[in-house]
């Protein structure tokens, strides 16, 4: 088993599926199940009215033991894990090791003072209706880097994690321009200029949060230094008009067909923005885009890369095979952790 497979694997062990449940490598067992939302609501509303209890004098065991005890009965997703990254967040520990240490035997007894009372009370109340971990804390992991994050935007998905080290596995060349389409939090074209460090990376996105929170995460990310490898443009798939080619297009655009988006936990629904999600009825609307810009974003023999529903591959593969106008050929399906086809890879011919 190569490196790279062994690194692969333990750096995804454990995680749950894209979209229907969602984690990073921050804590290998999130998961985040289907919940049942009318509970949920009676119960989070019952709690609310009556006000959140002031923890202010509270043990750091008790208020772990209580507040674990509160989420559950709210049928909030990974009580055990939300509390702690919480605590830890009020606690102001560190981002590294900060929601395990808070569990350490010699805090158990550490008193809670107001101020972080009333910190944790207002971050479990968000917690309680739903809220992803993510935006609470306002900062999550992808790969090795922490990176910000704020709603509408999408949660990066392990299986992204999983695109763009396949993108670097299958690179051979350099120096090489990559567009990255949907940038979101700037994930994807982030983690490539850092691991490639010969590459400069445009990344465009119709949401102004998503560019300005992925340039905020180039700061962070690349530091001033590599700055100047990556820029971010508001800017659509279909208006996007380049003055020079790329070699590598990536993506991962708004792909769940649109009858699927019923299947998606509370949190998602609520919190993540629908056009980051949602691709049209087929799922395939901005793909198409993508697949149909790439004579004009590119030079032959430049491939694109994308994150995909499984039942794409095959519909992109025909779509391609039936429409020889398109001048792409189809070079491959990749399968994500769990064994579904996520991944294609195409070349313009
Ligand atoms: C699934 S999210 C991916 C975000 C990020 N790349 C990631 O992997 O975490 C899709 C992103 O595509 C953007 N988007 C949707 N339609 C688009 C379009 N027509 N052109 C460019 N970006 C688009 C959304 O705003 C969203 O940020």
Redesign the pocket.
């Given at each position: 088993m190569s490196m790279v497979m062994l690194m692969m694997m333990m750096i995804f062990w454990g995680r749950s599926t894209a979209f229907v449940a969602t984690t990073s490598q921050r804590c290998k067992a999130v998961r985040r199940f289907p919940s049942a939302s009318s509970n949920v609501n009676s119960w989070s509303a019952r709690f609310s009215s009556s006000g959140m209890e002031d923890m202010t004098g509270w043990t750091i065991k008790k208020t772990i033991q209580e507040s674990t005890k509160w989420l559950e009965q709210g049928k909030v997703p990974e009580p055990d894990l939300s509390v702690q990254h919480l605590l830890a967040a009020s606690l102001q520990l560190s981002w590294e090791s900060g929601f395990r240490d808070v569990l350490q035997k010699n805090r158990a007894g550490v008193i809670l003072t107001p101020d972080q009372a009333q910190d944790y009370g207002r971050k479990l109340e968000r917690r309680l209706q739903q809220e992803p971990l993510q935006y609470i804390l306002g900062q999550w992991d992808f790969l090795d880097y922490t990176i910000s994050i704020r709603s509408p935007?999408?949660c990066?998905?392990p299986e992204?994690e999983e695109l763009v080290m396949k993108v670097i596995e299958e690179t051979t060349e350099s120096p090489i321009h990559i567009l990255?389409?949907?940038?979101?939090?700037g994930?994807?074209g982030l983690a490539l200029a850092e691991k490639m460090p010969d590459s400069s990376v445009e990344a465009?996105?119709?949401?102004p949060v998503?560019i300005a929170t992925s340039l905020e995460n180039a700061k962070r990310i690349l530091g001033p230094s590599q700055m100047s490898c990556y820029s971010a443009k508001l800017c659509?798939?279909?208006d996007f008009d380049p003055d020079h080619s790329f070699d590598i297009v990536v993506s991962?655009?708004?792909y769940i067909p649109r009858a699927d988006m019923e299947t998606l936990t509370e949190d998602v629904v609520r919190y993540e923005?629908e056009?980051?999600?949602c691709g049209g009825e087929e799922g395939m609307d901005?793909i198409r885009?993508i697949v149909e810009k790439l004579p004009s974003w590119c030079n032959a023999g430049a491939v694109c890369w994308m994150e995909v529903d499984p039942t794409h591959p095959e519909l992109i593969a025909k779509w391609i095979a039936d429409t020889p106008s398109l001048n792409v050929e189809f070079d491959s399906t990749h399968k994500d952790m769990y064994g579904k086809d996520r991944f294609v890879k195409l070349r313009l011919l």
């Open positions: 935007l999408l990066p998905r992204t990255d389409v949907g940038c979101g939090t994930v994807i465009i996105d119709i949401d998503a659509s798939a279909q991962n655009p708004p923005n056009g980051a999600l901005v885009v």
